[in-house]
């Protein structure tokens, strides 16, 4: 890519499954660090059963970037979170109703899903402004989130969380 135009700030408006696929992989491929996503409890599923994407992040892995990931874990996905830790940090976050990724604090995605199409848009941009402010949110979750181990015990073992709120 030329260096003018790679320097470019840019906002893509995705549509379709094959196509999202398609720049998903592209981004991945460009990855030189790491990746960091936010997954939401109903798509966790889609990212390590879509071959391709799952492929694409055991290519990462296999680069030696570095993944982290946010999720909520459930009863209902424990099996597809559990697939996750194989190549990333995984955390649990209660209530995390987001799909978003940024690549090497430089690129950040947002994927929208619905019944009819796993993917069906996304918002993908290197707008720095942006980008910066999707990398704080996620830092801010990652450190409210606890080990994945730890709500997998809790899940698998029928403990109650722990809750305490500080009101002021």
């Given at each position: 890519m030329n260096e003018a135009i790679s320097s470019l700030?840019?906002?893509?408006?995705?549509?379709?499954n094959d196509n999202i696929q398609r720049?998903?992989?592209?981004?991945?491929?460009?990855?030189?660090?790491?990746?960091?996503?936010?997954?939401?409890?109903?798509?966790?599923?889609?990212?390590?059963?879509?071959?391709?994407?799952?492929?694409?992040?055991?290519n990462l892995k296999k680069r030696g970037i570095r993944m982290?990931?946010?999720?909520?874990?459930?009863?209902?996905?424990?099996?597809?979170?559990?697939?996750?830790?194989?190549?990333?940090?995984?955390?649990?976050?209660?209530?995390?109703r987001s799909n978003f990724g940024i690549s090497d604090r430089k690129l950040c995605l947002h994927t929208?899903?619905?019944?009819?199409?796993?993917?069906?848009?996304?918002?993908?941009?290197n707008v720095k402004g942006i980008v910066e402010a999707q990398q704080y949110l996620f830092e801010t979750l990652w450190s409210k989130a606890i080990p994945l181990e730890k709500k997998i015990k809790e899940l698998e073992e029928g403990i109650v969380t722990e809750f305490i709120e500080t009101l002021r």
């Amino acid at each position: 890519m030329n260096e003018a135009i790679s320097s470019l700030e840019k906002t893509e408006v995705l549509y379709d499954n094959d196509n999202i696929q398609r720049r998903v992989l592209e981004a991945y491929s460009e990855i030189k660090e790491q990746h960091e996503s936010c997954i939401d409890h109903t798509e966790v599923a889609m990212v390590v059963t879509y071959d391709a994407i799952w492929n694409g992040l055991l290519n990462l892995k296999k680069r030696g970037i570095r993944m982290r990931c946010i999720v909520e874990a459930t009863h209902e996905n424990i099996v597809y979170c559990k697939k996750l830790t194989e190549i990333a940090q995984v955390r649990h976050l209660t209530a995390i109703r987001s799909n978003f990724g940024i690549s090497d604090r430089k690129l950040c995605l947002h994927t929208i899903t619905n019944e009819e199409q796993p993917l069906s848009h996304a918002i993908i941009t290197n707008v720095k402004g942006i980008v910066e402010a999707q990398q704080y949110l996620f830092e801010t979750l990652w450190s409210k989130a606890i080990p994945l181990e730890k709500k997998i015990k809790e899940l698998e073992e029928g403990i109650v969380t722990e809750f305490i709120e500080t009101l002021r």
